[in-house]
């Protein structure tokens, strides 16, 4: 996900880019349950928490930059938008997939390892549909309790078109 | 084998199924509040200006309550901008919806902050429930504006 300084030094996200990393994380989230992939649990929390920690690193982001762009699958959407939220989700999801994989890679309980891969699966898929960012809302309330910095701007906790 | 992977990718759908149920319900249940908040009477503003001049103006009302920090945090700098973007055509009026149960009903205001978007006949063009970004309050402006200047040709 992208930050620029904009006028008024407003802070701004590539929708886009965001939308692209939501779908590859529930069809790969998805599919690992689908196939009883433990790896493939693992594989989306590396690329959640390398886009987490660093975001010019992001699986998702070169993907996007040198796959889905150059063959015109999608545009960019520049928004007004405080990342830093978004790269808390991000981290979030990546905690609950590896726990997941944990879980099932380590341990008998796979059930409880697939509810976890599973609340990402859901929770990438509401943000990806109606743009409710479950991990944004939990950092604007921490930032509110002075637990982490303040959202600079939307953060993304609202549904869109609502 | 085939079987196991065939009971995931059904319980995969139930799930994805109920989300979607669970989001259609909530997305008609707003759209159906803004529907009759969209077809509210017209919230009507004395004025001396001459029919030209009203017709060329927006009003944004713009519920909030004092312990909305949202409202106060993001919502009124945007509006601030959106002010400063289109000058003297826009205007932004503050409600404190706990002492405006009337407005708020009228406008169905489920949830702070709440911006309403008036033409120069005070019927409502556009409700947006929660934060609402510059861009698309100015869009919103914009486009009333257009519909006006419509009329008057």
């Known amino acids: 996900m992208r930050s620029t300084s904009g006028i008024m030094d407003v802070p701004r996200i590539d929708a886009n880019l965001g939308k692209f990393s939501q779908a590859c994380t529930v069809i790969l989230s998805g599919l ?4 009883n992939q433990p790896l493939l649990v693992l594989i989306t929390a590396l690329a959640l928490a390398i886009s987490a920690l660093f975001p010019a690193a992001s699986p998702y982001r070169l993907l996007y930059k040198y796959g889905a762009l150059p063959l015109h699958l999608l545009q960019p959407r520049i928004i007004e938008d405080d990342p830093s ?9 990546a905690v609950f997939l590896i726990a997941s994989s944990i879980v099932l890679l380590l341990t008998q309980a796979t059930i ?19 743009g ?3 991990g944004c809302f939990v950092y604007y309330h921490l930032g509110r309790l002075g637990l982490l910095p303040r959202v600079r701007y939307e953060g993304g906790f609202h549904w869109r078109g609502v | 084998m085939t079987s196991d992977i065939l009971l995931r990718l059904v319980v995969l759908l139930l799930v994805a199924l109920v989300m979607c149920l669970l989001l259609w319900f909530g997305r008609r249940l707003v759209e159906k509040s803004r529907q009759r908040a969209l077809s509210a009477t017209p919230f009507k503003q004395e004025s001396v200006d ?12 713009a519920f909030t309550s004092e312990d909305c920090r949202q409202c106060h945090q993001f919502q009124e700098p945007v509006l601030r901008r959106v002010i400063e973007a289109r000058g ?6 503050y ?7 009337e407005l708020t009903q009228r406008y169905q205001v489920l949830t702070l902050p709440t911006t309403v978007l008036l033409d120069a006949t005070g019927k ?10 510059a861009m698309r309050l100015l869009k919103q402006v914009d486009d009333i504006l257009e519909q006006e200047a419509l009329k008057i040709d």
Not at chain 1, 85 to 93: D, L, S, V
Not at chain 1, 112 to 117: R, Y
Not at chain 2, 124 to 133: K, M, S
């Open chain 1, 32 to 35: 690992a349950f689908v196939f």
């Open chain 1, 85 to 93: 939220p978004h790269r808390f989700a991000q981290g979030i999801g």
């Open chain 1, 112 to 130: 409880v390892g697939w509810i976890l891969d599973l609340i990402v699966f859901v929770l990438s898929g509401i943000n990806l549909v109606v």
């Open chain 1, 132 to 134: 409710f960012c479950a």
């Open chain 2, 50 to 61: 001459t029919p030209k001049d009203r017709a060329l103006r927006v009003r944004v009302l």
């Open chain 2, 88 to 93: 003297d055509i826009v205007s932004v009026e």
């Open chain 2, 95 to 101: 409600i404190d919806a706990p002492s405006s149960p």
């Open chain 2, 124 to 133: 409502a063009q556009a409700i947006n429930y929660g934060f609402t970004n």
